[in-house]
Nanobody, 122 residues
Framework: QVQLVESGGGLVQAGGSLRLSCAAAGSIFSINAMGWYRQAPGKQRELVATITSNGGRINYADSVKGRFSISRDNAKNTVYLQMNSLKPEDTAVYYC???????????????WGQGTQVTVSS
């Protein structure tokens, strides 16, 4: 069993900050890239940020660049998303994603968390 569990979402005022965490647990040999995606009501899920296994390459959506920061702690199998200067348009369910190498999978598997709600009021 492999699970990704997000936490840290909530309701904040525009201009505020939140820090999301996603911890992977289970039969994990290693984790390749990790990332955050979000889905607003009535919209497609979109990429927010990704980070490679050693943190050497990071990508952000243009809409969050300069405001959000992704990081990871491999000792804890955890990825973070620091969100600053939040805007109402950031309101969405945020999902953690990870490519996980496990004895349970014949090849690296793409795993998703259950999502955490982020609501930014104007």
């Amino acid at each position: 069993q492999v699970q990704l569990v997000e936490s840290g979402g909530g309701l904040v005022q525009a201009g505020g900050s939140l820090r999301l965490s996603c911890a992977a647990a289970g039969s994990i040999f290693s984790i390749n890239a990790m990332g955050w995606y979000r889905q607003a009501p009535g919209k497609q899920r979109e990429l927010v940020a990704t980070i490679t296994s050693n943190g050497g390459r990071i990508n952000y959506a243009d809409s969050v660049k300069g405001r959000f920061s992704i990081s990871r702690d491999n000792a804890k199998n955890t990825v973070y998303l620091q969100m600053n200067s939040l805007k109402p348009e950031d309101t969405a369910v945020y999902y953690c994603n990870a490519e996980i190498v496990s004895i349970l999978f014949s090849r690296p598997g793409n795993c998703w968390g259950q999502g955490t709600q982020v609501t930014v009021s104007s």
